[in-house]
């Protein structure tokens, strides 16, 4: 008797992202809030941040519930329902338990139960990683549409004191829903990492030295001119990467679309890009801060919807952080 | 070939007005760029990095902060050619 041919995936030949989803934490925080105990001002954080306010949540709005929120949205927009959703991807380095992921419970939240659900921890790039890893499984035909969800609650671990990183942080969740597409819309993704440099920007202690009563609870730091240099220069030969391997120049972007780490990075990124001016630079760390791996969803959807860009058009995004790790793919827009 | 100190000198000049607008001509050897010229920490690596371009030289990041003035830069950067 002869053996069986074994079924595979068939596969799709292309991926788009169908629905951006956003949720902000409901608190404005100005600098002037913040600035005591940083010993500093409204004008220096403006200076070299760029932030006027940042989202923050309140006690009681967890960074669950700002997930199912932009997730909500983004299912409703891309006229599916949650039971189609064939994998939840969550990007996050602040959901407060090691196991189990927050995915599962986002899934059992949103009605995509028994969807497969994981979390990722890639820190500022993991939107991107999210992207990537959604667009390989919709194209493999692992999963026919798939929710990804950059979501922080960046308030629970930061130091007040801390004037390398904390100011910066805001709160937020951005969701995307990624399925099948008659035509190219997402680019082949520039990814990697330098673990090299993986002291740069963190956590400043581990759970056990917290356990062992070595450490306060640990809170988020970074030595900024190493990030700063690295976050420039290094992600500028990434960008120029991701529009090349995706067949496009500057010039046929509709917008550029950065992890919202700082304006001074954001800014000197797209000069070095030589970026027209007609293309549109997201700049909603203005008044959102860095909100880590949501804030590449939560700037394109609030270009979106302020009607700066419109659906159709081409935007390179492009995250960076802790690992240190990037990721950048160009998309076309929902 | 080398470059004189003063070559060094109107080369990083060049580079501060690029990044912050100051006259070349204010940017001078006892200058501060912190006091003086009123560069920020940014700004600083913007200008370490356009100059290691530039002249073709590494800067490391933790000796940034020993560049206080323009003459330790110009003789950082005319020692590592």
């Keep these: 008797m002869s053996q069986p041919t074994l079924n595979q995936y068939e596969t799709v030949k292309y991926s788009r992202i169908y629905s951006l989803g956003a949720a902000r ?4 925080v100005t600098n002037d809030d913040i600035a005591g105990p940083i010993d500093s001002s409204d004008e220096w954080i403006r200076q070299r941040t760029g932030i006027i306010t940042r989202r923050r949540a309140s006690k009681d709005l967890s ?4 997930a199912v929120s932009a997730s909500n949205e983004a299912i409703k927009k891309a006229g599916i329902q949650p039971s189609d ?26 009605g995509a139960n028994p969807a497969p659900a994981y979390d990722i921890s890639a820190a500022c790039a993991g939107y991107c990683y999210g992207i990537a890893q959604a667009d390989a499984l919709v194209r493999s035909g692992v999963a026919k549409y798939v929710l990804v969800v950059g979501g922080e609650k960046l308030s629970d671990f ?8 904390s100011f910066l942080l805001g709160d937020g969740a951005g969701a995307a829903i990624v399925g099948p597409s008659d035509t190219p819309g ?5 990814w990697g990492s330098d673990g090299s440099q993986w002291a740069a920007v963190g956590m400043d202690a581990s759970l056990l030295e917290l356990r062992d009563g070595t450490h306060k609870w640990p809170t988020l ?14 992600m500028v030969k990434v960008a120029r990467q991701a529009l090349e391997v995706a067949g496009v120049k500057a010039e ?8 919202q780490a700082n ?5 000197e990124l797209a000069k070095q890009l030589e970026v027209p001016e007609n293309v549109v630079v997201a700049r909603d760390i203005v008044h959102t801060g860095n909100t880590s791996a949501a804030s590449i969803p939560l700037a394109m959807h609030a270009l979106l919807e302020s009607g700066e860009v419109k659906s159709g058009g081409l935007a390179l995004e492009i995250g960076f952080g802790a690992g240190l790790a990037f990721g950048a793919q160009v998309v076309v827009l929902p | 070939m080398a470059l004189s100190q003063s070559e060094v000198l109107a080369g990083l000049a060049e580079i501060v007005n690029d990044e912050t607008g100051i006259a070349a001509e204010a940017v001078q050897l006892d200058k501060s760029f912190t006091d003086d010229l009123d560069i920020d920490s940014i700004s600083m690596m913007t200008i370490v990095v356009n100059a290691e371009d530039k002249f073709g030289v590494k800067i490391p990041d933790e000796e940034v902060k020993n560049l206080v003035t323009v003459g330790d830069a110009v003789n950082f950067i005319s020692n590592a050619q």
């Design chain 1, 25 to 28: 934490g409901d608190l404005t």
């Design chain 1, 63 to 66: 960074l669950m519930d700002m």
């Design chain 1, 85 to 110: 959703i064939g994998a939840v991807i969550f990007s996050t380095i602040t959901h407060p338990y090691q196991t189990p992921s927050a995915a599962t419970l986002l899934a059992d939240k949103i």
């Design chain 1, 158 to 165: 930061i130091d007040p004191t801390d004037r390398t990183i």
């Design chain 1, 186 to 190: 997402i680019s082949p993704s520039v």
């Design chain 1, 221 to 234: 730091r970074q030595e900024g001119l190493t990030v700063f240099k690295w976050a420039v220069w290094e």
């Design chain 1, 252 to 259: 046929d972007l509709a917008a550029i679309v950065t992890h």
């Design chain 1, 263 to 267: 304006i001074r990075i954001i800014d």
